[in-house]
C-alpha cells in the first residue's frame, strides 16, 4: 500500500511549519511551500499525491497555480483552501479541477478527512491506468502480428 | 426654511388661481355692465322723448282747440249781437260745456273799452286800449298771453281773438283757468318723481311745478333750450336741491313756451339700478367662490406635496441606509477574509499544543495536577473562541459577498406553509401558537426561494427567541401573512407578541453586528442578512414595533415576471 504524499501551500509561513508538524505527528509525509512557483518546483522532483492550495496568495494566487498544477500533472488531487466563505471562488476552482474545498480556519481533523479523500481518488485512478496500460501490453498475437506489418 | 419653501409656492398658486379666474370675470361684467346701461339709457331717453312729444302735442292741441272755439264765436256772432249780456251767456255757457277751462268771456270795442263781460270779476267798461296783448290782439288776430296778473290780481292767461266787421275791428278774450291749464300740462306722469311744466320765454313758471314752485316763478332747475324750434334736447343735470335730474325740454309750435318734463336720475334708471345691485351681487358671491375654492385647491395641493416630499426624504434616507449598509458590508467581508488566517494559525497552533500535550502526559512526563487541569481547559476554551470567531467571520462574509440572488417566481400561497412547517416542531415544544393568515388573493413575486426561505426562517426564530423572552414556555403567538400589495406587489408579514424593540434600537435594527442577545448567542448579523437579501431582490423590508407587545416585520416584494 502505497503512502500517501502531501503538500501544503500558503504563504503564512508559521501555518506551513505548524501544519507540518501536526500532520508528520499523525504520520504523514508531508512537503510546505510559501508560494505557487515553489511548489510547481516541487512537483518537477518529487512524487506528491495530494496539493492542499491556498487561494489567496501574493504572486502567482491559487487559481493560476491550480491551472498550472493540471496541465503540467493532471494527475494531482487539489483541495482548495479559501478565506472565502463565498460558495463562488470554491466552485471556481472546482470547475479548473479541484478535488474539494476546505474553509478557513479549518480544523486539522477536517484537513485530514478531505486528503484521504482526494487520496482514496487518486488511488482509484491511478488503478484504472495501471489496469488501463497493462491491457496495453497484452494485447492478443493476431494484433502484434497486425502492428508488425 | 422649508415653510417658507412651502409658503411662496403657496402664494404662487394662490395669486395664479385667484386671478386667472377673476380677470376675465371682470372684464365679463364690466362689459355686461356698459353695454346695458348703454342700452337702457338709450332707451330710457327714447321713452322720455316719445313722452314729451306726445305731451306737447296735446299742449297743443289743446291751444288750438280753445283759440278755434273762441274764432267761432267770434264769426258766428255779430259783435251787436254778443255786447247784450243774455246772449254773452249763453254764449258763454256754451263756451263752458265745451271746455271747463274757460273762466270768463269779455267782448271789446275797437278802442279796447269791455263792452260786455261775464266772469267774477268786475272788469266791464275798463279800458284796455292801452295794454299790449289788446294791440297785437287787434294787429295779428290771434292772441295768447303769458301768466300775468293783470287788473285782477291773479296769475291767469288769456287768449283773445280779433275780427273786422263793417270795417271796424273787434274782440273777444277769454280767460284759461290756469288751475285747469296746470293740471292738463302737469297730467304727465313718469315714475315716481316725473312732473311736467311750461316757461315762456323769459323763463317763468307757467304752470304750478309738482315739486313746490308756483306760478309766475323762476323754477330752481337749470333749464337747457332746444337747438331747433320742433327738436327735444335731453340732458342731465343737478336741481337747486343737489338731486340729479333727467330733463326733456321742448318748444310748443306758434307760442314761446317752453315744455320741462323731467324726472329725477335714481328714478328714470331704476332698473339700471336693480341691474347693478344684481352685478354687485354676483361679483360678491362669485369673487368669494373663487377666492374659497382657491384657498381650498391651494392648501389641498399644498398639503399633498409636502406629503410627498416627505415620503420622497424617507426614501431618500433608505436609500442612503442601504448603501451604507452595502458599503459597511463590503469593509466587513474584506476584515472577516482577512482575519481568517491568523485564526487558521491559531487554530494550528492551539491543534499542536494539544497534540503536544497529549504526547507529554502519555509519556508521564506530566503529573496530572490542577494546574494541568487548568491548562486542558485553556486550551479547549482557546478552541471555542477559535471556532466562534470562525462563525462571525463566516456570517460576515454572508453578508458582506451576498450571492446574486437567483430569481424565479414564487407563490408564496404554498411557500409559506413549506416554511412554517420547518419551525412547527420548535414552535410546539416551546408552546408558540403558529398562525398563518395568507390571502388566497396573495399574487405570485419574484424572488430567490432559497434566500427568501433564509429571511423568513432567520425572522421565525428570532420571533420565536421574542416571545420566548416575554411569555416564559406558554402564551407566545406569531402571525405569518401575506396579502397583495401595490402594484401588483406582495407584502409578507411576520408579527409576534414578544418583547418588541426598544424604541432607540428601532435604528439600528437593520445594522450589522447589532444584537440585543447575550454574548456568544448572536452575531448581529440577522437582520442585516435578510435586509440585504431582500433589497438585492428589489424588495423592501421594514420594522414595526412596540416594547412588550410585540414587533411586526414586514417585506415587500416585486411582482412576478410574466
Given at each position: 500500500m502505497e503512502q500517501?504524499?502531501?503538500?501544503?501551500?500558503?504563504?503564512?509561513?508559521?501555518f506551513l511549519?505548524?501544519?507540518?508538524k501536526?500532520?508528520?505527528k499523525?504520520?504523514?509525509?508531508?512537503l510546505v511551500?510559501?508560494?505557487g512557483?515553489?511548489?510547481?518546483e516541487i512537483?518537477e522532483?518529487k512524487i506528491?499525491?495530494?496539493?492542499?492550495?491556498?487561494?489567496?496568495?501574493?504572486?502567482?494566487?491559487?487559481?493560476q497555480?491550480l491551472k498550472?498544477?493540471?496541465t503540467r500533472?493532471?494527475?494531482v488531487?487539489?483541495?482548495m483552501?479559501t478565506?472565502?466563505a463565498?460558495v463562488?471562488?470554491?466552485v471556481?476552482?472546482?470547475?479548473?479541477g479541484?478535488?474539494?474545498?476546505?474553509m478557513?480556519?479549518t480544523?486539522l481533523?477536517?484537513?485530514i478527512?478531505k486528503?484521504?479523500?482526494?487520496?482514496?481518488?487518486?488511488r482509484?485512478?491511478?488503478?484504472?491506468?495501471r489496469?488501463?496500460?497493462?491491457?496495453?501490453y497484452?494485447k492478443?498475437p493476431r494484433?502484434?502480428l497486425?502492428?508488425?506489418? | 426654511?422649508k415653510?417658507?419653501y412651502?409658503?411662496?409656492?403657496?402664494k404662487?398658486?394662490?395669486i395664479?388661481?385667484?386671478?386667472?379666474?377673476?380677470?376675465?370675470?371682470i372684464?365679463?361684467?364690466?362689459?355686461?355692465?356698459h353695454y346695458f346701461t348703454?342700452?337702457?339709457?338709450?332707451s330710457?331717453?327714447?321713452?322720455l322723448k316719445?313722452i314729451v312729444?306726445d305731451?306737447?302735442?296735446m299742449?297743443?292741441s289743446f291751444?288750438?282747440e280753445?283759440t278755434?272755439?273762441?274764432?267761432?264765436?267770434?264769426h258766428a256772432?255779430?259783435?251787436?249781437?254778443?255786447k247784450?249780456p243774455?246772449?254773452?251767456l249763453?254764449v258763454?255757457?256754451n263756451l263752458?260745456?265745451r271746455?271747463?277751462?274757460?273762466?270768463?268771456l269779455g267782448?271789446f270795442?275797437?278802442?279796447?273799452?269791455?263792452?260786455?263781460?261775464?266772469g267774477?270779476?268786475?272788469?266791464?267798461s275798463k279800458?284796455?286800449g292801452?295794454?299790449?296783448?289788446?294791440q297785437r290782439?287787434?294787429?295779428e288776430?290771434?292772441y295768447?298771453s303769458?301768466i300775468f296778473?293783470?287788473?285782477?290780481?291773479v296769475?291767469?292767461f288769456?287768449i283773445?281773438v280779433s275780427t273786422?266787421e263793417?270795417?271796424?275791428r273787434w274782440a273777444?278774450?277769454?280767460?284759461i283757468d290756469t288751475?285747469?291749464?296746470t293740471k292738463l300740462?302737469?297730467?304727465?306722469?313718469i315714475?315716481?318723481?316725473g312732473?311736467a311744466?311750461l316757461?315762456?320765454a323769459?323763463?317763468?313758471l307757467q304752470t304750478?311745478?309738482?315739486?313746490?314752485?308756483?306760478?309766475?316763478?323762476?323754477?330752481l332747475?337749470?333749464v337747457?333750450y332746444?337747438?331747433?324750434?320742433s327738436?327735444?334736447r335731453t340732458y342731465l343735470?343737478?336741481?337747486?336741491t343737489?338731486?340729479?335730474?333727467l330733463?326733456?325740454t321742448t318748444?310748443?309750435k306758434?307760442k314761446g313756451w317752453?315744455?320741462?318734463?323731467r324726472?329725477e336720475?335714481a328714478?328714470a334708471f331704476?332698473?339700471l339700478?336693480?341691474?347693478v345691485y344684481g352685478?354687485?351681487?354676483i361679483?360678491?358671491i362669485?369673487?368669494?367662490?373663487?377666492v374659497?375654492?382657491?384657498?381650498?385647491v391651494t392648501g389641498?395641493i399644498v398639503?399633498?406635496m409636502?406629503?410627498?416630499?416627505?415620503?420622497?426624504e424617507s426614501?431618500?434616507q433608505?436609500l442612503?441606509?442601504?448603501?451604507?449598509?452595502?458599503e459597511?458590508?463590503?469593509?466587513?467581508?474584506?476584515f472577516?477574509?482577512?482575519?481568517?488566517?491568523?485564526?487558521?494559525i491559531?487554530r494550528?497552533e492551539q491543534a499542536?499544543m494539544d497534540?503536544?500535550?497529549?504526547?507529554l502526559?502519555?509519556a508521564?512526563m506530566l503529573?496530572?495536577?490542577?494546574?494541568?487541569?487548568?491548562i486542558d481547559?485553556?486550551?479547549?476554551?482557546?478552541k471555542?473562541q477559535v471556532e466562534r470567531c470562525?462563525?462571525?467571520?463566516?456570517?460576515?462574509l454572508?453578508?458582506?459577498r451576498?450571492n446574486?440572488?437567483?430569481l424565479q417566481?414564487?407563490d408564496?400561497?404554498?411557500?409559506?406553509?413549506?416554511i412554517?412547517?420547518?419551525?412547527?416542531?420548535?414552535?410546539s415544544?416551546?408552546g408558540?401558537?403558529?398562525?398563518?393568515?395568507i390571502?388566497e388573493s396573495t399574487?405570485?413575486?419574484?424572488g430567490d426561494?432559497?434566500?427568501l426561505?433564509?429571511?423568513?426562517?432567520?425572522?421565525?426564530?428570532n420571533?420565536?427567541d421574542?416571545?420566548?423572552q416575554?411569555h416564559?414556555?406558554?402564551?407566545?403567538?406569531i402571525?405569518?401573512?401575506?396579502?397583495?400589495?401595490?402594484g401588483?406587489?406582495a407584502?409578507?408579514?411576520?408579527?409576534?407578541?414578544g418583547?418588541?424593540i426598544e424604541?432607540e434600537?428601532?435604528?439600528k435594527i437593520?445594522?450589522?453586528?447589532?444584537t440585543t442577545k447575550p454574548?456568544?448567542?448572536g452575531?448581529?448579523?440577522?437582520l442585516s442578512?435578510?435586509?440585504?437579501?431582500?433589497?438585492?431582490m428589489?424588495?423592501?423590508m421594514a420594522?414595526?414595533?412596540?416594547?412588550n407587545c410585540?414587533?411586526?416585520f414586514?417585506?415587500?416584494?416585486?411582482p412576478a415576471a410574466?
Amino acid at each position: 500500500m502505497e503512502q500517501m504524499k502531501m503538500m501544503l501551500v500558503d504563504d503564512e509561513e508559521r501555518f506551513l511549519a505548524t501544519t507540518q508538524k501536526l500532520l508528520q505527528k499523525k504520520g504523514y509525509d508531508v512537503l510546505v511551500a510559501a508560494g505557487g512557483k515553489e511548489a510547481l518546483e516541487i512537483l518537477e522532483k518529487k512524487i506528491i499525491h495530494v496539493v492542499v492550495l491556498d487561494v489567496k496568495m501574493p504572486g502567482m494566487d491559487g487559481l493560476q497555480t491550480l491551472k498550472e498544477i493540471k496541465t503540467r500533472f493532471p494527475l494531482v488531487e487539489v483541495i482548495m483552501l479559501t478565506g472565502h466563505a463565498t460558495v463562488e471562488s470554491a466552485v471556481d476552482g472546482l470547475k479548473s479541477g479541484a478535488t474539494d474545498y476546505l474553509m478557513k480556519p479549518t480544523g486539522l481533523e477536517e484537513l485530514i478527512q478531505k486528503a484521504e479523500e482526494a487520496f482514496e481518488k487518486w488511488r482509484r485512478m491511478e488503478e484504472k491506468i495501471r489496469l488501463a496500460t497493462s491491457k496495453k501490453y497484452m494485447k492478443s498475437p493476431r494484433e502484434i502480428l497486425r502492428e508488425a506489418k | 426654511m422649508k415653510n417658507r419653501y412651502y409658503a411662496s409656492i403657496r402664494k404662487k398658486i394662490l395669486i395664479s388661481m385667484i386671478l386667472v379666474p377673476v380677470v376675465p370675470f371682470i372684464l365679463c361684467l364690466g362689459l355686461g355692465y356698459h353695454y346695458f346701461t348703454t342700452s337702457l339709457e338709450t332707451s330710457t331717453i327714447a321713452s322720455l322723448k316719445r313722452i314729451v312729444s306726445d305731451h306737447r302735442q296735446m299742449i297743443e292741441s289743446f291751444l288750438t282747440e280753445r283759440t278755434n272755439d273762441l274764432e267761432f264765436i267770434l264769426h258766428a256772432t255779430p259783435f251787436a249781437d254778443l255786447k247784450r249780456p243774455e246772449t254773452l251767456l249763453r254764449v258763454f255757457n256754451n263756451l263752458q260745456a265745451r271746455s271747463g277751462a274757460f273762466l270768463d268771456l269779455g267782448v271789446f270795442d275797437a278802442d279796447g273799452r269791455h263792452v260786455a263781460y261775464h266772469g267774477p270779476y268786475e272788469l266791464k267798461s275798463k279800458d284796455y286800449g292801452g295794454e299790449a296783448w289788446f294791440q297785437r290782439t287787434m294787429t295779428e288776430g290771434i292772441y295768447i298771453s303769458d301768466i300775468f296778473l293783470g287788473y285782477r290780481r291773479v296769475p291767469h292767461f288769456i287768449i283773445a281773438v280779433s275780427t273786422e266787421e263793417n270795417g271796424r275791428r273787434w274782440a273777444i278774450r277769454a280767460t284759461i283757468d290756469t288751475h285747469y291749464f296746470t293740471k292738463l300740462v302737469e297730467m304727465v306722469r313718469i315714475g315716481k318723481t316725473g312732473e311736467a311744466y311750461l316757461l315762456n320765454a323769459d323763463g317763468v313758471l307757467q304752470t304750478r311745478q309738482r315739486s313746490g314752485r308756483e306760478l309766475m316763478q323762476q323754477p330752481l332747475d337749470q333749464v337747457a333750450y332746444p337747438d331747433a324750434p320742433s327738436s327735444i334736447r335731453t340732458y342731465l343735470a343737478r336741481d337747486a336741491t343737489g338731486e340729479r335730474f333727467l330733463y326733456a325740454t321742448t318748444w310748443l309750435k306758434d307760442k314761446g313756451w317752453l315744455l320741462v318734463i323731467r324726472q329725477e336720475k335714481a328714478d328714470a334708471f331704476r332698473s339700471l339700478n336693480a341691474a347693478v345691485y344684481g352685478i354687485v351681487l354676483i361679483s360678491i358671491i362669485g369673487l368669494g367662490a373663487i377666492v374659497a375654492v382657491a384657498f381650498y385647491v391651494t392648501g389641498r395641493i399644498v398639503h399633498k406635496m409636502k406629503a410627498m416630499d416627505t415620503e420622497k426624504e424617507s426614501l431618500n434616507q433608505q436609500l442612503i441606509r442601504a448603501q451604507r449598509l452595502a458599503e459597511l458590508g463590503e469593509m466587513a467581508a474584506g476584515f472577516a477574509h482577512e482575519i481568517n488566517n491568523p485564526l487558521q494559525i491559531i487554530r494550528s497552533e492551539q491543534a499542536l499544543m494539544d497534540l503536544n500535550f497529549g504526547e507529554l502526559k502519555e509519556a508521564g512526563m506530566l503529573a496530572p495536577s490542577e494546574t494541568l487541569e487548568e491548562i486542558d481547559d485553556a486550551m479547549a476554551q482557546i478552541k471555542l473562541q477559535v471556532e466562534r470567531c470562525a462563525g462571525i467571520t463566516q456570517a460576515i462574509l454572508k453578508f458582506g459577498r451576498q450571492n446574486e440572488p437567483k430569481l424565479q417566481n414564487v407563490d408564496l400561497r404554498s411557500f409559506i406553509p413549506q416554511i412554517t412547517g420547518m419551525v412547527a416542531k420548535k414552535a410546539s415544544v416551546n408552546g408558540i401558537e403558529i398562525v398563518q393568515d395568507i390571502a388566497e388573493s396573495t399574487p405570485p413575486i419574484h424572488g430567490d426561494p432559497g434566500q427568501l426561505q433564509q429571511v423568513l426562517l432567520n425572522l421565525l426564530n428570532n420571533a420565536m427567541d421574542a416571545v420566548m423572552q416575554l411569555h416564559g414556555p406558554a402564551g407566545g403567538s406569531i402571525t405569518i401573512g401575506a396579502a397583495p400589495f401595490n402594484g401588483g406587489q406582495a407584502r409578507i408579514m411576520v408579527g409576534d407578541n414578544g418583547c418588541g424593540i426598544e424604541s432607540e434600537n428601532m435604528k439600528k435594527i437593520f445594522s450589522p453586528f447589532f444584537t440585543t442577545k447575550p454574548v456568544g448567542k448572536g452575531t448581529g448579523l440577522g437582520l442585516s442578512v435578510c435586509y440585504g437579501i431582500i433589497h438585492a431582490m428589489g424588495g423592501s423590508m421594514a420594522v414595526d414595533s412596540m416594547p412588550n407587545c410585540g414587533s411586526t416585520f414586514s417585506i415587500v416584494l416585486p411582482p412576478a415576471a410574466s
